[in-house]
C-alpha cells in the first residue's frame, strides 16, 4: 500500500456540482491493470483516469477506466484530465496546444485560459459507423423517437447507440427504460438528442445518455456522446466544418453541464468544457 495523490474534478461545468465528476490518479506509476480497474470499481464514478508517464510524442499519458472496464477514450475524462496536467504542472501549453496519449492514439488539446476559467478542448478519434441493424426499441423509446427515425450505432472508442428524439420536452420527460437499454447490442448503451426548443436558452442541443450496460444508469455529461451527435449531424448536413454549438446534458440528474462542440475547418469533432476542482488529498491503495 502506498499514498498517491488524489484529485476529484466536476468536468462540464460552470460551477462546482453541475458537471460530471471525474476522479484523478496523477501518479499511477507502479499500478497494474487490475489495480487501476479496482480503485475505479472501488470509487464508482463514472470514469477514473491514471496519468503514467507518456511516449516522447505526447504531454501526458492517461488509461481511462469505468467501474467495469477500461475504455480507449472519453470525453469528460479527457477535458478533466487535461485541466489536470495543465494545474498540476505535468505538462506545458505550447501556443495553447498539447497532445494527449490515450488507448485510442494521441489525441490535439487546446488549452484557453487559466484556473477556474480554463476552458480545455479535445479532439474526438473519428467516429465510425458500425454495420449493424437497428434495434427493436422498448415503448418508451419508440414513442420518444422523432418520426421515421432508426437508431445507429457509432463509435469514437466506445461504441454508442444514437437517438434523435421529437422534442425537447419530450426527452427531458422521459423515464428510461434501463433493462431494454441495457440489453442493446453493443455494450448496452445509448445517447438520445433533440435540439433546444427555443433558441434564446444558452444552447442548441438537449443530450441524455444512458449506459446500464456498463453499470451507469445515466451519465450526468457525456463527452464521447456528444462528439458522436455532433459527427451523425455532420454527416447529415446539418452541421458544417467552422460551425460551434453548445449541448445541454445533466438536469434530470441534479446538474447542469455544458458542452462545447466545435467542428473545425478539416471536419474534425472537438469537445469542450470548464472543470472545476473539488477535492484535493490522497488515496492510501
Avoid at 487535461?82 to 488549452?111: F, I, K, S, Y
Avoid at 444552447?203 to 456528444?226: H, K, M
Wanted: charged fraction near 20%.
Amino acid at each position: 500500500m502506498s499514498q498517491r495523490r488524489f484529485l476529484q474534478l466536476d468536468v462540464f461545468a460552470a460551477r462546482p456540482g453541475s458537471g460530471n465528476p471525474l476522479a484523478v490518479i496523477p501518479d499511477a506509476e507502479g499500478l497494474d491493470a487490475a489495480a487501476m480497474q479496482a480503485i475505479a470499481a472501488w470509487l464508482d464514478l463514472s470514469e477514473t483516469v491514471f496519468f503514467l508517464p507518456p511516449d516522447d510524442s505526447a504531454d501526458y499519458r492517461i488509461r481511462i477506466f469505468t467501474p467495469k472496464m477500461e475504455l480507449p477514450f472519453a470525453g469528460h475524462p479527457s477535458v478533466g484530465a487535461a485541466w489536470a496536467a495543465v494545474e498540476l504542472g505535468l505538462a506545458t501549453p505550447v501556443d495553447g496546444r498539447l497532445v494527449q496519449q490515450c488507448a485510442a492514439g494521441l489525441l490535439p488539446v487546446r488549452v484557453q485560459g487559466g484556473g477556474r476559467f480554463r476552458l480545455l478542448h479535445v479532439r474526438s478519434p473519428q467516429a465510425v459507423q458500425r454495420e449493424i441493424a437497428a434495434p427493436e426499441l422498448p415503448p418508451g423509446l419508440t414513442a420518444l423517437a422523432q418520426p421515421a427515425s432508426q437508431a445507429r450505432l457509432l463509435n469514437n472508442g466506445p461504441d454508442w447507440w444514437l437517438l434523435e428524439a421529437a422534442d425537447e420536452t419530450a426527452l427531458r420527460r422521459y423515464t428510461p427504460e434501463l433493462a431494454a437499454i441495457a440489453a442493446l447490442p453493443a455494450g448496452g448503451k445509448l445517447a438520445a438528442f433533440a435540439p433546444a426548443a427555443r433558441p434564446d436558452v444558452g444552447y442548441q442541443y438537449v443530450v441524455r445518455a444512458f449506459a446500464p450496460g456498463v453499470g451507469i444508469n445515466e451519465d450526468p455529461v457525456t463527452g464521447s456522446a456528444n462528439a458522436l451527435v455532433a459527427a451523425h449531424l455532420l454527416a447529415q448536413g446539418r452541421l458544417t466544418p467552422g460551425q460551434q454549438y453548445r449541448a445541454s446534458q445533466g438536469r434530470e440528474r441534479g446538474r447542469n453541464g455544458e458542452v462545447h462542440v466545435q467542428v473545425d475547418e478539416e471536419g474534425h469533432i472537438w469537445i469542450g468544457g470548464e472543470v472545476q476542482p473539488v477535492i484535493d488529498g490522497q488515496i492510501d491503495w
